[in-house]
């Protein structure tokens, strides 16, 4: 099929050739099923016809069915399954669309588990799902009908766990509420009593009476097993009605190809009616063969008049006669099916009456009375008679058809409504298969009174009609037959089993359809092929120009046996293995020849590549030896360089480990002589201290000793002394009686005479020294005086020129009086000006003193201000922080209730508008249906529908199903009254949504107002500290002023009274002055200080209070002071101090005669100058290297994260197996790159901006440098002027000023829209370009229509792009990145409309530029709106998505999945084991949701998402998996245990990890967990006391009292560690949390989603600088 439908092609728009391969998967999954032998067998045989027009291109197919064995719905074998398309629900019962048919897991239905073979190996069902539902899109089943088909599936699947319980033998009843039979009942849409009633009664009726008799459990179970496969065979039917529909075409058909794909031989080890009826039907199609292989042979060689003889073959007409004649198998079954007491027993014993002596194919198994055995032309086969007659009539209870022909779901009705029309084979039988022969698509109406005669046939009947019209058909026909061979029975690859294979082939009857064919003629080749295929055989001469006769002549010398060729008209025709004889002659004459050849042309090869290698060979010895001569050469000059290398470097190792070695020779040196000398210097300090020691203690010893012997020896003086006195006392008194003592007194007498006579002498020597003196002095006083007179003499001689000169003396007397009197003044000046001068230095110090003092009080009174004003700032703003958290709080919540009931509406209103077009679209179908009773539809109107499927896939499930039966005049009014109602309501929820906009409106400015009355209330607090600062300000300014007045009072004063001795640079006048100029100067200095301090922190106040001030408002004294910071040469300072010179020259001009010119004055303010210039650099220098410091740090700290995050990566790469260790470094290398990627944007947008603020500086400086410049022209005198050099300007070049526009035609609107929207891939946008490019194009686009004052250009350019916007997302809204990459650029789209409105609000941000770009001609506000709605549209979608990605994965990934080994590697006792859905190497893992976050992170930092929107969305996510997990451990028991809580707790941090690696934490997401991480908790803690349950209740504030119930009766012991716990625990809870007022809701609402806000995000790139890039397509619209 798909190689016709290849090479055909299609002769219409429709794609047939796809609708034809489409009804493949269809039919494969509501036909096939897994057996032993196949794992995907057919289970229904196939007669499809594709249809050619002239061209032979198809134009349509139609489809039979034949067979569907229906027993399989309720019965498999070991190993074997049910039909696929049961299986593909249940792996898909996870979808939300399916959540309303209550599937499960496909081991929980008694239909799907007998065989106990769920899986097939490599096949994932939910995939097949999706091409299956793709196959029933593509041939106009739309979703409704879809729906529907999956509902009576379910419903089947439900039906098959309904059970029975037995009242008595003859009774049976089913439970009060029986869960399945209730979901079935309400899948059905029919009443549960009926339904209950009816499948344990029947209803029996008489000539004149109807009995309702109870039926057994065992015909109980029978019946709803065959109510279930005719319900199955019906919806076969219908699907195969609707298929044919699909592929039909009104075409004409001029021929047609039709593919039989039908079951082969059967035969198992237990065989019933369904082998039965298929190895009949192969009996059938042996017998085609047959007589079709011999009746081609039988043409062929009358055709070419060959003579021929009979050829014997197997003709299995008595098997077919045995089976299918009078009185054969089938009529036997049927009339024992009419039998009232017919039973499979007494239909053997007729079997076994009729045909065991009389036919030779049929046998009685030997230990069996219920069986018989037919010899088939492949094998024997035994049939197990249990069963026949039952399979047979197929016994369905019309009671139960009619509860279900009652169905309030009308598509189940549709599967019953034709059950009273005429059956023909094409139709569903209520057989185990389905019959089909060819009909058209809609099957007339039947005549009443037929259904019921029809309806007794039996499906043996049937079945006979059915194969009897398939024959005519094959006859009719020419068949090409296509054997498939099994090469073994155990499914395993490259394993050939030879004797299966011969059983096959003798099955299909190959074999003897070969022996048929080599008991002929089975070579044939024609004269002109034979002749140039055997033309070697032949010399020049045997060529004739008559081909046969050449062709003879050569066979008759090649093969003498003339019985083994024929030569007819046209043909030669070979015995079996004459061919080959030939072939053999042939090959060895050509082997002959070759080898000639080969000899030949191998020589000339060989000669030739020997002079190729010899040349080749010298011209590489030439190059090798020079090569080896170079090599050497160059050996030689690396030996002598390494070397002399080695030498320098032997040398320097030596060198160096001399060095170590002396250096650490002379360390330990230092080391042992300072240890030796510490020891030394310690030894000599003790011995130095014990001597003092000793000192001491021996001068003690001694002064005590000498003491004691002083004493001693005083007081023996004293005693001996007193003996001599009183003996001298003796003595002296007998001596002064006597007369020598008056001798020895006269001896002292004469001694002093004798010293006064020496005395007397001695000044005799001095007065005559004297006397000489006094005689030389005479002497020369006479020589004086003697000269004294000469003088006289001599002055009386110049007496004479004195009288001459007297005159001239008197003048010299009187100028000497003059300067007497001069000097006498100047002197008195001078005390009353040091007088002044000291009063002035007092009175000066006096009132620096005092201002010293004041300025000490005032800055204790500041000190005490701003303690009290930060004690009442501080108090206030507490106040009113508490009241502004508790009322915005409570603003916020008002905010987002209606938010969420605005976005709601929003979602509401778009489902209500894409429900409208579904409605519209309805509408325009019916209207354009010509006539109302036809109901065939064109291949134009199935592609629309299917597009129409397509378009409406993403839209909700609640949409109104398609009508495809014949609209009645009565349902059209219906219709437009619907209609009319939805506009009415449409209208009304607009209304309501501009209700809710406006209060939403009016709250914001309401927060916005209390938020401003907050921020105006703290600024005079601020301001009055500011005024204190600025009169602090004030008065020091006027202290300087008038300190400046008195200096220059002082400098006046001496120069009006000085002159200019006084006022010489060497003279103490002026010295003292400078002295108290330098005083006052330095005074002066600190005061400006002073000032200079306070401006600074005025200036930092002021910005503190005006952060977002624009930075033109700055004082010049900040200007200048930045402008000298930023200077570094000597050169620029010098130019700077000539500048400030030339400013400061007025207010210099009172000290300009202090000194000559002024020079000293300005020398000092030169200084001072610089001293601060030179201080501000230091400072500036201080605070780069600072900044520098930090910011290496900060980068120092990044490494270090950057490091500890690689190793922590390596870590869980070890841990992983090989693939998913590959896997995850590539994730890794590709997020690494791309985060490279964004960072190098960033920097280059960052050196972007810095060119273009660094061209504006350059534009400005040049141009106050040409200001200064004139400035400094019209002040410098012209001397100046020659000095000073003149400084060069540069011109810059005056680039062309883009307006940040975009140009483009009217016609080239929809261009615009497709290559900006439609067919935008969102990955190269966001790899190759700046994020939000579409976004600024379509708003420089709408600037220039606003430029032009074109209001139908504008409504038409956002409307379009609006539409196209929501195009993408319909088309493409099940990708994550389109769904990003549109919600960032509509959010941008949304900023801009903003930023560039002119509203003062958005306009705070923006550059003087970006103001100038600002709309001037209209006002986008309800557009803005627009895209509001829109942008929260795409977010819901964005949501979705994420769900649809992350559901799949939550469950295993952080409930399931061991993350920490070996935890829980014990099952609690008692629970029955779950087999999950998901192999286990698709088993997804917390590594895979991290993974997945990590993927929607980048994406959506790829696309520029604001930060504030990507926060938003992640805490969505993160509400999204804690309210799945949740949800899921309240529902699972397995789960519900300490280590579970455990793994719960280490996944959420996990979770809470990534948060903080990508800066989240503040997003909410947190919050949003933490019912999972309570419901961990309390798995975790102990529940057995009262503080247990204390702090229980307080620990578990976020789950409600029904979820910490839940929990606690869930909570199962893994070991004999842990108990269960207690009822009166768990009451003991509930009793503590009755009080409490929350929901009573179990589960968490996981489709909850949170209003979503917009925060302005204003944008600093500058429209003039977007480049728009080739790759866009947008050559056809130009920048402005």
């Not at 170079?630 to 290398?645: D, P």
């Not at 006479?782 to 000269?787: A, F, I, P, S």
């Not at 000194?1155 to 303010?1165: I, K, P, Q, S, T």
Request: aromatic letters at 8%; a positive charge; one cysteine or more.
């Amino acid at each position: 099929m798909r190689y016709f439908a290849t090479v055909s092609g299609s002769a219409s728009e429709a794609n047939v050739e796809e609708k034809v391969l489409a009804s493949n998967p269809i039919m494969e999954s509501i036909g096939n099923a897994k057996t032993t032998r196949n794992d995907n067998s057919s289970r229904f045989g196939k007669y499809i016809e594709i249809g050619f027009d002239k061209r032979y291109r198809i134009i349509g197919a139609n489809m039979r069915t034949y067979l569907l064995e229906k027993s399989r719905v309720v019965f498999q074998a070991e190993e074997e399954r049910n039909y696929h398309i049961f299986y593909q629900l249940c792996a898909s019962a996870a979808l939300p669309e399916f959540k309303t048919l209550r599937l499960g897991n496909a081991n929980y239905f008694h239909y799907t588990k007998q065989g106990g073979s769920p899986v097939i190996d490599g096949i994932d069902d939910a995939k097949e799902m999706v091409h299956t539902r793709q196959a029933c899109s593509l041939l106009g089943i739309n979703d409704s009908h879809q729906m529907g088909i999956f509902r009576i599936l379910a419903g089947i699947l439900h039906l098959g766990n309904v059970g029975f319980t037995s009242r008595d033998a003859d009774s049976c009843t089913i439970p009060h509420k029986h869960e399945p039979l209730t979901i079935f009942c309400d899948l059905m849409g029919v009443e549960y009593q009926e339904m209950s009633h009816w499948l344990c009664h029947r209803k029996l009726a008489t000539a004149s009476e109807t009995y309702i008799k109870p039926i057994s459990k065992l015909q109980a179970i029978n019946a709803r097993d065959a109510l279930a496969k005719h319900i199955y065979a019906k919806l076969f039917n219908w699907i195969v009605d609707h298929v044919n529909k699909a592929l039909h075409s009104t075409v004409k058909q001029h021929s047609f190809i039709g593919v039989l794909d039908i079951y082969g031989f059967e035969t198992f080890e237990i065989n019933s009616f369904e082998q039965f009826c298929i190895n009949y039907a192969n009996e059938k199609l042996q017998q085609q063969f047959n007589m079709h292989v011999f009746k081609l042979e039988q043409e062929e060689y009358m055709k070419e008049q060959i003579p021929w003889t009979l050829i014997d073959f197997y003709d299995n007409q008595p098997c077919i006669n045995l089976i299918e004649a009078k009185l054969g198998i089938l009529d036997l079954l049927d009339e024992e099916c009419k039998m009232p007491k017919g039973s499979d027993d007494s239909w053997a014993q007729k079997l076994y009456n009729t045909h065991l002596k009389k036919c030779a194919l049929f046998e009685k198994p030997r230990m069996s009375n219920k069986a018989f055995i037919i010899q088939h032309f492949a094998d024997k086969v035994e049939y197990q008679c249990e069963g026949f007659l039952e399979k047979n009539k197929d016994t369905v209870y019309e009671e139960q058809i009619k509860v279900l022909k009652s169905s309030k779901f009308k598509m189940l009705s549709e599967l019953f409504q034709d059950e009273e029309k005429a059956l023909s084979p094409t139709s569903a039988t209520p057989s185990g298969r389905t019959l089909l022969s060819r009909t058209a698509v809609k099957p007339a109406k039947a005549r009443p009174g037929q259904a019921s005669k029809e309806h007794k046939k039996t499906v043996g009947h049937q079945f006979r009609n059915s194969l009897h019209l398939l024959m005519e058909t094959l006859n009719a026909t020419t068949p090409h037959y296509v054997r498939c061979i099994k090469p073994n029975d155990f499914k395993f690859p490259f394993t050939f089993d030879e004797k299966r294979a011969v059983q096959q082939l003798r099955a299909c009857g190959v074999l003897e359809t070969i022996r048929i064919s080599a008991a002929g003629f089975p070579s044939r080749w024609t004269y002109q092929e034979f002749f140039s295929r055997y033309r070697v055989l032949m010399k020049q001469k045997d060529v004739l120009s008559d081909r046969k006769q050449t062709c003879k002549n050569l066979l008759e010398k090649l093969i003498l046996d003339k019985d083994k060729y024929q030569f007819g008209k046209t043909k030669i025709f070979f015995r079996a293995g004459q061919v080959a004889y030939l072939e053999k002659i042939r090959a060895d004459k050509l082997r002959v020849a070759c080898i000639r050849i080969q000899k030949t042309i191998r020589g000339w090869l060989m000669r030739k590549k020997y002079l190729r290698m010899r040349k080749a060979a010298i011209t590489i010895q030439r190059y090798v030896r020079g090569y080896q001569a170079r090599c050497y050469a160059k050996f030689l000059r690396r030996t002598r360089a390494a070397i002399l290398i080695q030498k320098f470097q032997r040398m320097y190792v030596v060198r160096k480990r001399y060095h170590l070695m002396r250096a650490a020779t002379i360390v330990l040196q230092s080391l042992l002589r300072g240890y030796i000398a510490r020891n030394k210097y310690q030894r000599m300090l003790r011995e130095h201290k014990a001597i003092i020691i000793q000192k001491h203690v021996r001068g003690w010893l001694a002064r005590v000793r000498y003491r004691r012997s002083l004493k001693a020896i005083v007081y023996l003086q004293c005693c001996y002394r007193r003996m001599m006195a009183k003996r001298e006392l003796k003595k002296l008194k007998i001596e002064a009686r006597s007369v020598e003592r008056y001798k020895k007194l006269n001896i002292g007498m004469e001694n002093k005479i004798m010293q006064l006579q020496r005395k007397v002498d001695e000044q005799n020597k001095d007065y005559k020294s004297l006397l000489e003196k006094l005689t030389n002095l005479e002497t020369t006083y006479n020589t004086e005086n003697e000269k004294l007179r000469s003088d006289v003499e001599r002055l009386r001689m110049s007496e004479e020129e004195a009288k001459n000169a007297t005159n001239r003396v008197n003048m010299l007397q009187e100028e000497i009086t003059k300067l007497r009197k001069e000097l006498h003044q100047t002197q008195s000046e001078k005390k009353t000006i040091e007088e002044w001068a000291d009063k002035y230095k007092q009175e000066t110090e006096q009132l620096v003193s005092e201002l010293k003092e004041q300025n000490t009080s005032l800055k204790k009174e500041k000190e005490e201000l701003n303690r009290r004003i930060h004690d009442q700032a501080k108090e206030m703003t507490e106040t009113m922080e508490k009241k502004l958290v508790e009322e915005t709080k409570q603003l916020e919540l008002d905010l987002n209730d209606e938010r969420l009931r605005y976005q709601n509406l929003l979602n509401e209103f778009s489902r209500l508008e894409e429900r409208y077009e579904d409605l519209k679209d309805e509408v325009n179908l019916m209207v354009s249906i010509p006539k109302p009773g036809h109901k065939r539809t064109d291949s134009t109107h199935s592609s629309n529908e299917s597009e129409y499927t397509f378009s409406s896939e993403i839209t909700e499930t609640e949409d109104l199903p398609l009508r495809m039966e014949d609209p009645s005049e009565k349902k059209a009014p219906l219709d437009m009254s619907l209609f009319l109602k939805l506009q009415k309501r449409v209208t009304e929820l607009e209304q309501e949504k501009q209700s809710l906009q406006d209060e939403l409106d009016r709250k914001e400015e309401q927060a916005l107002r209390t938020k401003t009355r907050e921020e105006e209330e703290r600024p005079p607090m601020r301001g009055a500290e500011l005024e204190y600062e600025s009169l602090k300000r004030q008065e020091l300014e006027s202290e300087n002023k008038k300190l400046k007045n008195e200096l220059n009072e002082l400098q006046k004063a001496l120069l009006e009274k000085s002159s200019p001795e006084v006022t010489a640079p060497g003279a103490p006048a002026y010295r003292v002055l400078l002295d108290q100029l330098t005083s006052v100067s330095e005074e002066l200095d600190v005061r400006k200080e002073e000032v200079l301090i306070l401006r600074s922190q005025l200036v930092s106040q002021k910005e503190a209070i005006q952060p977002k001030e624009d930075k033109n408002t700055m004082t010049d004294s900040t200007i200048l002071l930045e402008d000298v910071q930023k200077m570094k040469d000597k050169g620029e300072i010098a130019q700077a101090y000539i500048g400030l010179k030339e400013t400061n020259r007025q207010s210099l001009q009172d000290y300009h005669m202090l000194n000559e010119d002024g020079e000293l004055w300005l020398v000092y303010e030169g200084l001072k100058q610089t001293n601060r210039l030179l201080e501000s650099q230091l400072q500036s220098q201080k605070k780069s290297h600072d900044n520098e410091l930090e910011a290496l740090r900060g980068e120092m700290q990044s490494l270090k994260e950057e490091n500890n995050r690689q190793q922590q990566l390596l870590a869980q790469n070890l841990q992983l197996p090989p693939e998913a260790r590959i896997e995850a470094s590539l994730q890794h290398e590709i997020t690494r790159l791309t985060n490279e990627n964004l960072d190098l944007m960033e920097q280059l947008e960052k050196q972007d901006k810095t060119v273009r603020k660094l061209k504006k500086q350059l534009k400005v400086f040049a141009k106050k440098i040409g200001e200064l410049e004139v400035g400094q022209m019209e002040n410098i005198s012209p001397g100046q002027i020659i000095d000073e050099p003149i400084r060069p300007v540069n011109i810059p070049r005056k680039e062309k000023d883009f307006q940040g526009m975009l140009e483009y035609k009217k016609d080239d609107e929809p261009k615009l829209v497709k290559n900006l929207i439609l067919d935008l891939k969102p990955r190269g946008v966001a790899v190759n370009l700046i994020p939000g490019l579409p976004a600024y194009i379509l708003f420089m686009c709408v600037r220039h229509a606003d430029y032009l004052n074109d209001d139908q250009k504008v409504r038409s350019l956002l409307t379009s792009t609006i539409n196209g916007i929501k195009k993408v997302l319909k088309k493409r809204g099940d990708d994550f990145e389109t769904v990003s990459f549109w919600l960032s650029n509509t959010c941008r789209f949304l900023h801009c409309l903003k930023q560039y409105s002119g509203e003062e609000g958005f306009m705070k941000h923006n550059t003087p530029r970006q103001n100038e770009h600002c709309l001037t001609n209209f006002d986008l506000a309800e557009y803005r709106q627009v895209l509001s709605d829109l942008a929260i549209q795409i977010y819901q979608q964005l949501v979705r998505v994420l769900e649809n990605i992350l559901q799949p994965m939550i469950v295993s990934g952080m409930l399931e999945h061991e993350t920490i080994q070996g935890v829980s590697g014990v099952k609690p006792p008692g629970l029955r084991k779950r087999t999950s859905s998901i192999a286990d190497e698709g088993t997804y893992t917390l590594d895979s949701i991290i993974r997945q976050l990590n993927t929607f992170h980048s994406v959506m930092c790829q696309h520029g998402m604001d930060p504030e929107l990507i926060k938003q969305v992640v805490k969505q996510t993160f509400y999204i998996t804690g309210a799945v997990t949740l949800n899921n451990l309240l529902l699972r028991k397995d789960m519900c245990s300490w280590s579970k809580g455990m793994q719960i707790r280490y996944n959420v941090s996990q979770l809470e990890e990534w948060l903080r690696d990508k800066n989240l934490m503040n997003s909410g997401a947190k919050e949003t967990l933490e019912p999972l991480i309570q419901a961990a908790q309390l798995l975790q803690v102990k529940k057995k006391t009262d503080e247990d349950a204390e702090a229980i209740c307080s620990m578990c504030n976020a789950l409600t009292t029904a979820q910490i119930v839940k929990v606690l009766n869930l909570y199962t012991p893994v070991n004999e560690f842990e108990e269960r716990v207690s009822i009166s625990f768990i009451r003991t809870i509930q009793m503590r949390l009755r009080d409490r007022k929350d929901s009573p809701q179990l589960l968490m609402d996981a489709k909850h989603i949170f209003p979503v806000t917009f925060p302005f995000n204003p944008s600093s790139l500058a429209l003039e600088t977007i480049q728009i890039p080739a790759s866009l397509g947008l050559a056809f619209i130009s920048r402005v």
